[in-house]
């Protein structure tokens, strides 16, 4: 399936989506869902496009997105079908509803065989001049692009020392962020959108954006929902980072037991420069 023209006009309709309601902020309809995170009238139009698009490419498309309101098993995920289309229509909805944030993007990412092979993320305020930035990933060639421009393939780069562990607001430090810190390590630990933290620990975007754009060697998040780091996944396979769980095993492929349940959700989430990810799993 080649989806670079598909992506691309993607990024148009989100583009202009986007513009509306960002122009709007003040009218919108915002709601906080049980898990006290915020969902809005953008999200859902967000994803309505998107599922709309997909389907057009693929009419029989099993898709499993965010704001979908399931509260029993997905069924049709009983028959472990061969391609899945995974949504956050926008990843960092408390950032996208405060003018002064730049800190969200919408996600799609594709699943054949429950092994993420293709990943979209288009962030709308964080390239130059507050113009989109959109990123592409096709694991099974190796290519990434930032707004078109493929990057070259790197055989792998060395740790930075920063991370991102981000945690919840008031609760207190785990017992690894100190030894992170200890080892020199900067660490964020405010919530924004999982998928931009993924982003930035596979590729450095900052020739990309004149917004203040961080490196990281390696991401920590636990329980994190499946449509929040597939696309990340994705982007750090193709680039050659390390992915595990939290015991360092595979992350990848998705098990069908998660897929199938009402909010997908991995136990532990751990992406990075390989070294970093195997030191750092010594300490969780």
Not at 20 to 26: A, F, I, K, S
Not at 65 to 85: C, F
Not at 175 to 201: C, H, I, N, W
Request: aromatic share 6%; charged share 30%; net charge negative.
């Amino acid at each position: 399936m080649d989806l670079d023209e598909f992506w691309q006009d993607l990024a148009g309709d989100l583009g202009r989506l986007f513009a509306d309601y960002r122009g709007r902020l003040q009218d919108l309809d915002v709601r906080t869902k049980a898990d006290r995170t915020l969902l809005t009238e953008a999200d859902l139009a967000v994803q309505e496009l998107v599922k709309d698009r997909i389907r057009a490419l693929d009419a029989s498309a099993v898709i499993v997105a965010e704001e979908d309101d399931r509260t029993g098993i997905r069924t049709e995920l009983d028959a472990d079908p061969e391609l899945v289309w995974v949504i956050d229509p926008i990843d960092g909805t408390a950032e996208f509803v405060r003018p002064d944030r730049h800190e969200f993007c919408s996600v799609v990412c594709l699943l054949r065989e429950r092994e993420p092979v293709a990943a979209f993320v288009f962030a709308p305020d964080l390239g130059v001049d507050g113009r989109p930035l959109v990123v592409t990933a096709d694991r099974t060639t190796g290519a990434v692009c930032v707004n078109g421009t493929p990057l070259p393939r790197v055989p792998g780069r060395s740790a930075v020392k920063a991370a991102s562990v981000t945690r919840s607001a008031n609760t207190d430090p785990r017992p690894f962020e100190g030894k992170l810190v200890d080892a020199g390590y900067e660490l964020k630990t405010r919530t924004t959108s999982q998928t931009l933290d993924m982003l930035r620990t596979a590729l450095d975007i900052r020739p990309f954006s004149d917004r203040p754009q961080p490196t990281f060697d390696l991401f920590y998040r636990p329980e994190q929902k499946v449509w929040d780091g597939a696309a990340g996944l994705c982007l750090g396979e193709t680039v050659g980072m390390r992915t595990a769980d939290g015991q360092g095993g595979a992350r990848l492929p998705v098990p069908v037991e998660i897929l199938r349940q009402p909010e997908p959700t991995f136990d532990v989430t751990v992406m990075g420069v390989p070294e970093v990810v195997e030191w750092f799993a010594t300490m969780i």
